[in-house]
């Protein structure tokens, strides 16, 4: 009696050995297996093998789980026939500087919805470096005439910034307004004095944050003018400027301009006037009077019998007509109208 009930039981755990043996054998399928991830700056990509196929597996579901989110943040899908994810339906954008745990589930029809099936696996892996955002504007704390105080904060991203540069320059507010050369500081914290400025003067500063993959693009501007220095200031100028004074230029004077333009409108007008009245003297003045007979006997000259002039007589006459006669001018005297031609043409 003791024998078979030994036996019975020595059955009964044979039975319960093969059944788990038959369950593991069954559970042994649509494994996915050999999984291989490949970071990049902003993707981890994989690959992976699916050993004991059933034929069930339609496509896998890629899941990127960022650490301590417990959640996915990104996932894709990839159809059986492939076993990379070079084959996703959608490329996710990681972030970088971040650990991600991969997860590859084998998914099979249950009806009309997909269900899981087989067995996933898991891997995890960082993102690699990569250069920062742009961050915001940096913030002016303080400002005096010939130094700045600035504050900004560290750009949205999970890799160490190594450093930042403040880039400024700027353009004077006096004098020929003259443009300051690009300058650059360095700073390992999210803070910084610049000094050496020059005093009233417009500035604009962007800060560049730096990892080890890099620079980053800069921030938006912010621009800030420093003070007046003091007293002395006035007289005595920076020595990187070219101008003779520090205040700014004072604006045209527009009534000034109009009364010189009329001024200037008036002499010429005088000018004109001069000139055409000057014209119309000289052609009135160098016109030869129209010479008369005179019948004076004092005037009239001796004549030989053949009607010649004599030589002694013929220098103080000339002959001229009129109408048709001819008489003689006496030229003892010069006419007056050559004196007043005479000084028009020296004037």
Same mark, same amino acid.
Not at 211 to 237: H, I, M
């Given at each position: 009696?003791?024998?078979?009930? =030994?036996?019975?039981? /020595?059955? @009964?755990?044979?039975?319960?050995?093969?059944?788990?043996?038959?369950?593991?054998? =069954?559970?042994?399928?649509?494994?996915?297996?050999?999984?291989?991830?490949?970071?990049?700056?902003?993707?981890?990509?994989?690959?992976?093998?699916?050993?004991?196929?059933? @034929?069930?597996?339609?496509?896998?579901?890629?899941?990127?789980?960022?650490?301590?989110? @417990?959640?996915?943040?990104?996932?894709?899908?990839?159809?059986?026939?492939?076993?990379?994810?070079?084959?996703?339906?959608? /490329?996710?954008?990681?972030?970088?500087?971040?650990?991600?745990?991969?997860?590859?589930?084998?998914?099979?029809?249950?009806?009309?919805?997909?269900?899981?099936?087989?067995?996933? +696996?898991?891997?995890?892996?960082?993102?690699?470096?990569?250069?920062?955002?742009?961050?915001?504007?940096?913030?002016?704390?303080?400002?005096?005439?010939?130094?700045?105080?600035?504050?900004?904060?560290?750009?949205?991203?999970?890799?160490?910034?190594? %450093? /930042?540069?403040?880039?400024?320059? &700027?353009?004077?507010?006096?004098?020929?307004?003259?443009?300051?050369?690009?300058?650059?500081?360095?700073?390992?914290?999210?803070?910084?004095?610049?000094? &050496?400025?020059?005093?009233?003067?417009?500035?604009?500063?962007?800060?560049?944050?730096?990892?080890?993959? &890099?620079?980053?693009?800069?921030?938006?501007?912010?621009?800030?003018?420093?003070?007046?220095?003091?007293? %002395?200031? =006035?007289?005595?100028?920076?020595?990187?400027?070219? !101008?003779?004074?520090?205040?700014?230029?004072?604006?045209?004077?527009?009534?000034?301009?109009?009364?010189?333009?009329? @001024?200037?409108?008036?002499?010429?007008?005088?000018?004109?006037?001069?000139? /055409?009245?000057?014209?119309?003297?000289?052609?009135?003045?160098?016109?030869?009077?129209?010479?008369?007979?005179?019948? !004076?006997?004092?005037?009239?000259?001796?004549?030989?019998? +053949? &009607?010649?002039?004599?030589?002694?007589?013929?220098?103080?006459?000339?002959?001229?007509?009129?109408?048709?006669?001819?008489?003689?001018?006496?030229?003892?005297?010069?006419?007056?109208?050559?004196?007043?031609?005479?000084?028009?043409?020296?004037?």
């Amino acid at each position: 009696m003791v024998e078979l009930s =030994r036996s019975l039981v /020595y059955l @009964g755990c044979l039975l319960v050995s093969s059944t788990l043996q038959i369950q593991t054998v =069954r559970a042994a399928k649509d494994v996915v297996s050999q999984l291989k991830l490949y970071p990049q700056k902003t993707m981890i990509d994989a690959t992976w093998e699916l050993q004991e196929p059933t @034929g069930e597996v339609i496509r896998y579901l890629v899941s990127w789980i960022p650490d301590g989110v @417990g959640v996915a943040t990104a996932s894709c899908y990839v159809n059986s026939s492939a076993t990379s994810t070079s084959a996703c339906d959608v /490329y996710p954008t990681l972030d970088s500087c971040t650990l991600y745990t991969v997860t590859v589930q084998p998914k099979a029809l249950g009806g009309s919805t997909q269900i899981n099936t087989g067995t996933p +696996a898991s891997a995890a892996a960082y993102t690699l470096q990569d250069v920062p955002p742009a961050g915001s504007p940096p913030e002016v704390s303080s400002v005096a005439s010939r130094s700045v105080t600035l504050t900004w904060t560290k750009p949205a991203t999970k890799c160490e910034v190594v %450093n /930042y540069t403040v880039v400024y320059s &700027g353009q004077v507010m006096w004098g020929n307004h003259a443009t300051l050369e690009v300058n650059s500081a360095y700073s390992k914290t999210t803070t910084i004095n610049i000094a &050496g400025l020059t005093p009233y003067s417009n500035y604009s500063f962007s800060v560049v944050a730096a990892t080890a993959a &890099g620079k980053g693009e800069p921030s938006l501007p912010t621009y800030c003018v420093t003070q007046e220095d003091d007293d %002395n200031f =006035r007289k005595n100028l920076n020595n990187d400027s070219t !101008s003779t004074s520090s205040f700014p230029p004072s604006e045209p004077n527009i009534g000034l301009i109009v009364g010189m333009l009329v @001024g200037i409108s008036l002499f010429l007008m005088v000018l004109g006037l001069l000139i /055409y009245f000057r014209r119309q003297i000289g052609a009135s003045c160098c016109k030869e009077a129209p010479a008369k007979h005179i019948e !004076s006997p004092s005037n009239k000259i001796e004549r030989d019998t +053949a &009607g010649n002039i004599p030589l002694a007589d013929q220098r103080y006459t000339q002959m001229s007509s009129d109408a048709g006669s001819q008489y003689e001018i006496p030229l003892l005297t010069p006419p007056p109208q050559l004196k007043i031609c005479f000084m028009y043409i020296l004037y």
